[in-house]
């Protein structure tokens, strides 16, 4: 399995309801990130959390980070048609960087 | 502040032909990253750039691909001898350093090959 995999990985629910997404991941790292992803358009970045933070939160996002376990839950509360997107884990890995993403999992939100 | 940038948005080659993405990073941003994304994948880092230099180009496929980040002007990512297999989306991100943190992406180049 590759850095960066997220479960599950596709996920539909009602307005209204909370969505929690999981990522797990392989090495060491100094943060994780989540970004989303609307159909064919390009990724927004929706928050970090680094290594020694366990949670954070941004507006209706909670991200939590359990590096014993390496993984990192994404929850979305009382969600929206809106948050309908694909929904990504990122982590740098390498002097540089670079970005390695998990498959994404697909969040269908029905009105 | 305008966000990254990339044209053109979408690009129909032929087989052969060569393909030119280009990316204007964030302003004030120096470095910059190329991945690629293919139908129902994530996306896969291909190269790392900053002004003039090329980092980390670990994840570009040996042959008929490049990338150049002149010190005036947008990075470019070049594919001669266009295949079919080349078809996806590709992605570039900037940021203002390389301390691991937050990458801005732009829209994107979808490339059709015919």
């Known amino acids: 399995s590759q850095q960066g995999e997220e479960d599950p990985q596709a996920l539909s629910i009602q307005e209204g309801e909370n969505a929690t997404m999981n990522c797990s991941y392989k090495?060491?790292?100094?943060?994780l990130q989540w970004y989303r992803q609307n159909s064919g358009r390009g990724l927004v970045h929706l928050i970090l959390i680094r290594s020694n933070e366990r949670e954070k939160h941004s507006g209706r996002l909670r991200v939590t980070l359990d590096t014993s376990k390496k993984s990192s839950s994404l929850l979305i509360t009382a969600s929206r048609a809106a948050d309908t997107a694909s929904y990504f884990c990122?982590?740098?890995?390498?002097?540089?960087?670079?970005?390695?993403f998990g498959k994404g999992i697909t969040l269908s939100v029905r009105p | 502040n305008a966000g990254v940038m990339q044209n053109p948005r979408h690009l129909v080659r032929r087989r052969g032909q060569e393909a030119r993405l280009r990316c204007s990073p964030m302003?004030?941003?120096?470095?910059v990253y190329w991945y690629r994304q293919l139908p129902e994948e994530g996306l896969k880092f291909m190269v790392y750039l900053q002004k003039e230099n090329i980092i980390d180009e670990s994840g570009m496929p040996k042959e008929r691909f490049s990338a150049e980040f002149p010190k005036e002007g947008p990075s470019i990512l070049r594919i001669q001898q266009v295949v079919r297999g080349d078809s996806a989306a590709y992605f570039c991100?900037?940021?203002?350093?390389?301390?691991?943190?937050?990458?801005?992406f732009g829209p994107g180049t979808r490339l059709l090959v015919l």
């Open positions: 990122a982590t740098p890995t390498g002097a540089n960087s670079k970005l390695t």
């Open positions: 302003k004030g941003h120096s470095h």
């Open positions: 991100a900037s940021s203002p350093g390389s301390s691991q943190e937050t990458q801005y």
């Open positions: 090495t060491s790292i100094n943060n």
